[in-house]
């Protein structure tokens, strides 16, 4: 699944802001605990994502969500469900 | 004031003290995190209280004549081992609801041990009135939140993470069997370490 513009760049932007890695070096293959290794950062991570995008995660939401890219997907679902939505 | 106390008791005080900083730090970083409103407020307030909780442990080894012992654990640390990472405040409180009532549960055991010393006693009593509020206003919480995530979601996360806590507290009673023995030796108590 290919990502929009709007949540890969608002996510990028995000990782970097928390990670403090620069945006070049935040690929779609990389591990989302390799770069948020601390868990409280991850947890805040998400509240972050789901404000800024107003969409809602739950727990089970990330259990196949292992990469950048796979994050992505998942918030570009959750995007166009409520484009439908509305 | 120099008082006799044993490893183990200076053990479960340290231990308590941990617990208590690991939980204000927790809480900090989320109050400073959500927008404001009544959730940021009561957020803040519980982050302040396990603040000023680990700061009686600590005042009360101090007290008895002793330092806290060092630990790298908190009790908090299992959890998402074994329930998972909470994405979304719902899952937090869920998550804080259970832990809450864990710490409830524990402080009135601690406070069944014969001839427990009135310092330890103090500072438990101390510490119950804030938690009481601590799952008040968090039932209030997920109350509210139910229009967003439903009463069935989150009952089931609640279920969810209960069990997950009596699997971290059976681990933590084997695994400091000995450390924790003083805590069930009375005929109230007895028997519940095996359990």
């Known amino acids: ?86 | 004031m120099a008082s006799q106390l044993s490893d183990n008791e200076r053990w479960m005080m340290s231990f308590y003290r941990y617990s208590e900083i690991t939980g204000a730090l927790f809480f900090g970083r989320i109050a400073a995190l959500v927008p404001a409103g009544q959730l940021q407020e009561d957020l803040t307030k519980h982050f302040a209280d396990e603040s000023m909780h680990s700061w009686y442990w600590t005042e009360a080894i101090s007290e008895l004549g002793y330092r806290p012992v060092s630990l790298r654990n908190a009790y908090q640390d299992a959890y998402l081992e074994a329930a998972g990472l909470p994405v979304n405040l719902m899952e937090i409180l869920a998550i804080t609801n259970v832990f809450e009532k864990r710490v409830i549960g524990q402080y009135s055991r601690h406070l069944r041990v014969p001839d427990l010393n009135p310092v330890i006693k103090k500072t438990i009593d101390r510490i119950v009135e804030d938690e009481k509020w601590h799952i008040q206003w968090i039932n209030k919480a997920l109350k509210s939140m139910a229009d967003k995530y439903g009463d069935d979601t989150i009952n089931k996360k609640l279920q969810k993470y209960k069990k997950a806590d009596d699997e971290i507290y059976g681990k933590l009673l084997q695994e400091n069997q000995e450390r924790l023995q003083f805590l069930f030796n009375n005929t109230e108590n007895a028997g519940e370490i095996r359990s």
Do not use: W, Y
């Open chain 1, 1 to 86: 699944m290919n990502s929009s513009p709007e949540s890969t760049n608002l996510l990028i932007k995000t990782l970097s802001t928390f990670t403090k890695i620069p945006v070049e070096h935040i690929h779609r293959d990389r591990e989302i605990t390799e770069l948020v290794a601390d868990s409280f950062l991850l947890i805040e991570l998400m509240l972050n994502l789901q404000e800024s995008l107003d969409i809602a995660l739950e727990q089970e939401d990330l259990e196949q969500v292992h990469t950048v890219g796979d994050l992505l997907d998942l918030l570009e679902q959750r995007l166009a469900g409520q484009a439908l939505a509305v």
